[in-house]
Every structure is written in C-alpha cells, then in structure tokens.
T-cell receptor, first 120, second 111 residues
C-alpha cells in the first residue's frame, strides 16, 4: 500500500487567498484525521471523520477552516481566506477504528507526509 | 482536562549510551497510549500501542512500558539513526478516536 497520500507537499500563498489541501487515506481505513503541527502548539487535531461523516470538528480554529470527505478515498481541508498565522504543517492520518468497548482494539493512526503551508 | 507531558524536551546521547524517555498523562479512562517517531520533514511513524498498566512492547532497540500514570520509552545502545523526535499520544474512552499528543522529546544520538 502507498500509505496516506497528501498534496501538495508545499504551498506558499498570500494572505487572503484560498488554500485547499488534499488527502487520500489508506485503502480500507474508514477513519480520517486532519492535524496541524507548529513549534508553539505541537500536533493538534482539527477534525476527524468516520465513514465519511465528520464526528468531531471542535479543533477547527475558525470558520475560515472547512473540511469535507465526499468519499472513502478523498478528503480536503480548505482555508478561506488564509492568514499568516495559518502557516504550519498540516497532516492527514487514517485508521481502522477499534471496536467500542473492546479491549486491545486497534486504533493506530497512520500519517501522511504532510503539507507545509506558508502564508505570506 | 486531559494532558500529556513528555520529558526531557531534548536529549543528547552518545552512541551506545542507553536512556529512557518519559510520557506522563492525565486522562479519565485510558483507551490506549501510542508512541510515534517523527523525522524532520516527515509525518509521525507509528511505533507502539500500549493498553494496560504493566504492558510492554519491544522493537529492535526500543522498549515501551506503561503504568497507570506514565509510559517510558527505553532506548538500548542507541545508534545515530535513532535520532528523531519521539511523540506519545493518549486516547481516552470519553473522546472517541481523538488522540491527545505530547510535545515530544528530541533525541540526538552522536557517533
């Protein structure tokens, strides 16, 4: 398997522009996560989906951020309008969710290579 | 509030000098504790999952252990290629599949 695929790997844009980040999860994984990593705040969960449905978006910082998962093999994270403080590395991860209430149920998340976003 | 802390923030070892990294957590109802390795410019790479106190997992020079309040990642006779940032994350029973990540420990192994 190719692992989690993200594009683009690097994005440089100007303040106010729309930015769209893309993710293809590992085939057969039905949970997908978007994270943001910065030096100051570390790795933060933004939103996650189960079976293409958003489950928890409490980490999405503002209404400028939106995420969609139109099918099991594709998700987007959009920032509109972008601001310099959005500069970070954005990671997508996928997993096979463990069974609720089952001990030792596997929940490992597998990460993509990330998109380094710079907003000037 | 669930919290995950890691210590030390950074660690420099000589090749062959064994040591341990610490991950302390405060969470109501631990579902799992996960260790990851992250190389510069790359995404975190999964290493281990631990589910209950007393559990241990090993992989090459790495061994992870878990108690009710913390986890240790023991590195035996490290090599320069073990240099990376090591992240731990916890998953609580009340938070679905959310992971809460610690800030990481930057490990440098000098030849």
């Amino acid at each position: 398997d190719a692992g989690v695929i993200q594009s683009p790997r690097h994005e440089v844009t100007e303040m106010g522009q729309e930015v769209t980040l893309r993710c293809k999860p590992i085939s057969g994984h039905n949970s997908l996560f978007w994270y943001r990593q910065t030096m100051m705040r570390g790795l933060e969960l933004l939103i996650y989906f189960n079976n293409n449905v958003p489950i928890d978006d409490s980490g999405m910082p503002e209404d400028r951020f939106s995420a969609k998962m139109p099918n099991a093999s594709f998700s987007t994270l959009k920032i509109q309008p972008s601001e310099p403080r959005d500069s970070a590395v954005y990671f997508c991860a996928s997993s096979i969710p463990g069974l609720a209430g089952v001990h030792n149920s596997y929940n490992e998340q597998f990460f993509g290579p990330g998109t380094r976003l710079t907003v000037l | 509030e669930d919290q995950v802390t890691q210590s030390p923030e950074a660690l420099r070892l000589q090749e062959g000098e064994s040591s341990s990294l610490n991950c302390s957590y405060t969470v109501s109802g631990l579902r799992g504790l996960f260790w990851y390795r992250q190389d510069p410019g790359k995404g975190p790479e999964f290493l281990f999952t631990l589910y209950s106190a007393g559990e241990e997992k090993e992989k090459e020079r790495l061994k992870a252990t878990l108690t009710k309040k913390e986890s240790f990642l023991h590195i035996t006779a490290p090599k320069p290629e073990d240099s990376a940032t090591y992240l731990c994350a916890v998953q609580a029973r009340n938070y679905g599949q959310n992971f809460v990540f610690g800030p990481g420990t930057r490990l440098s192994v000098l030849p």
